[in-house]
């Protein structure tokens, strides 16, 4: 018997690991479910997880070091996300444990999600409705059509990709800054990042989060954008410096911008940008639809399908170093 331990509070799996996805998780082991409803301290998680083989892991959810010490019989570690930062992948070689990830199934979600802050700041529709909601009359302003403006996606990964898709149905051109790729698609230019922040009406940042992109976005940056573009955010809080976005929108550096992420918990918008008159923000809700959560809840049910099996998991990170899985589990490295 192999006990699974999923961290997902109640109201977190509601949302991230849908009932007929656990159904098919308890189906191939015991699950143990966790039944608080705040985020898990460590020693709350080393307990409730304590004699457990398999923990699936949500992106809350960290793993440091300290975790694989306390936890002798954890073999695998199945995160319900692509981000592992905050597992100790290092800890978890020592350990012998096996680290896997869940593939993006979140680009349609995000890209519509992109979208739909496009429309609402060339628009002003939260505005008038937050002025309707509060008994005012709104402001009549003159709108901006998405047809004809120019999209600059920054980051040409899976979402922008699915991005520049839509926008080019959209009839928008298209913009793209990425120097891991080299693009040869038909509506797609790719150009410097200089060039596309200083040409873009919407600068949409999906850059990934490493060490090179820290501060990516930063005062210089929004100087060099023009004065009625909209920067929008929907990678991670580390890639922008908050204090010169917010410069800039006191400054009008910039027409607005619509944030996703930030550096507050959880990587949601940080509230003194989401609560700026020009920012439309949402807490980190770019992926969350039913299909997205799907998607990545199943991952891990076919992970740990795989595992039981004496298989090695798509998405495994570190199988060279996970000897204490591969032994449990009868993997081959």
Same mark, same amino acid.
Request: glycine share 6%; proline share 5%.
């Given at each position: 018997?192999?006990?699974?331990?999923? /961290?997902?509070?109640?109201?977190? @799996?509601?949302?991230?690991?849908?009932?007929?996805?656990?159904?098919?998780?308890?189906?191939?082991?015991?699950?143990?479910?966790?039944?608080?409803? /705040?985020?898990?301290?460590?020693?709350?998680?080393?307990?409730?997880?304590?004699?457990?083989?398999?923990?699936?892991?949500?992106?809350?959810?960290?793993?440091?070091?300290?975790?694989?010490?306390?936890?002798?019989?954890?073999?695998? +570690?199945?995160?319900?996300?692509?981000?592992? #930062?905050?597992?100790?992948?290092?800890?978890?070689?020592?350990?012998?444990?096996?680290? /896997?990830?869940?593939?993006?199934?979140?680009?349609?979600?995000?890209?519509?999600?992109?979208?739909?802050?496009?429309?609402?700041?060339?628009?002003?529709?939260?505005?008038?409705?937050?002025?309707?909601?509060?008994?005012?009359?709104?402001?009549?302003?003159?709108? #901006?059509?998405?047809?004809?403006?120019?999209?600059?996606?920054?980051?040409?990964?899976?979402?922008?990709? #699915?991005?520049?898709?839509?926008?080019?149905?959209?009839?928008?051109?298209?913009?793209?800054?990425?120097?891991?790729?080299? +693009?040869?698609?038909?509506?797609?230019?790719?150009?410097?990042?200089? =060039?596309?922040?200083?040409?873009?009406?919407?600068?949409?940042?999906?850059?990934?989060?490493?060490?090179?992109?820290?501060?990516?976005?930063?005062?210089?940056?929004?100087?060099?954008? @023009?004065?009625?573009?909209?920067? +929008?955010?929907?990678?991670?809080?580390?890639?922008? !410096?908050?204090?010169?976005?917010?410069?800039?929108?006191? =400054?009008?550096?910039?027409?607005?911008?619509?944030?996703?992420?930030?550096?507050?918990?959880?990587?949601?918008?940080?509230?003194?940008?989401?609560? =700026?008159?020009?920012?439309?923000? /949402?807490?980190? +809700?770019?992926?969350?639809?039913?299909?997205?959560?799907?998607?990545?809840?199943? !991952?891990?049910?076919?992970?740990?399908?795989?595992?039981?099996?004496?298989?090695?998991?798509?998405?495994?990170?570190?199988?060279?170093?996970?000897? #204490?899985?591969?032994?449990?589990?009868?993997?081959?490295?």
């Amino acid at each position: 018997m192999t006990d699974i331990f999923l /961290t997902h509070a109640p109201e977190v @799996r509601a949302n991230y690991y849908p009932e007929h996805t656990l159904e098919q998780l308890q189906a191939l082991d015991t699950v143990r479910l966790n039944d608080s409803p /705040t985020l898990l301290s460590l020693d709350e998680l080393v307990e409730r997880a304590d004699g457990c083989r398999i923990i699936v892991a949500g992106r809350e959810a960290a793993a440091p070091a300290e975790l694989f010490e306390r936890l002798p019989q954890l073999a695998a +570690i199945c995160r319900v996300a692509v981000d592992i #930062r905050n597992i100790d992948v290092n800890a978890a070689n020592k350990h012998g444990v096996l680290v /896997t990830r869940a593939t993006p199934g979140f680009d349609t979600s995000v890209s519509e999600w992109v979208i739909g802050v496009m429309i609402d700041l060339a628009r002003g529709i939260s505005c008038a409705a937050a002025d309707y909601w509060q008994g005012k009359a709104p402001k009549i302003v003159m709108g #901006r059509e998405l047809r004809g403006a120019t999209l600059g996606i920054v980051g040409y990964g899976f979402i922008g990709r #699915r991005l520049a898709e839509i926008a080019r149905l959209l009839q928008m051109r298209v913009l793209v800054s990425d120097p891991m790729v080299a +693009i040869d698609e038909p509506g797609v230019e790719q150009v410097s990042f200089d =060039h596309l922040v200083q040409t873009a009406d919407y600068v949409v940042c999906l850059a990934p989060a490493v060490e090179q992109t820290q501060n990516l976005f930063r005062r210089e940056v929004f100087q060099a954008m @023009r004065r009625d573009a909209f920067f +929008i955010n929907a990678s991670r809080g580390e890639l922008v !410096d908050e204090r010169d976005l917010l410069e800039a929108l006191d =400054h009008k550096l910039i027409a607005g911008c619509a944030l996703d992420v930030g550096r507050a918990l959880d990587q949601m918008p940080s509230s003194g940008l989401a609560s =700026h008159p020009r920012v439309i923000a /949402t807490p980190h +809700i770019g992926g969350l639809t039913p299909e997205a959560s799907q998607h990545q809840a199943m !991952d891990t049910v076919r992970q740990v399908k795989a595992l039981l099996a004496g298989q090695v998991p798509a998405g495994a990170v570190n199988l060279q170093h996970a000897t #204490r899985a591969c032994s449990i589990f009868g993997l081959q490295q």
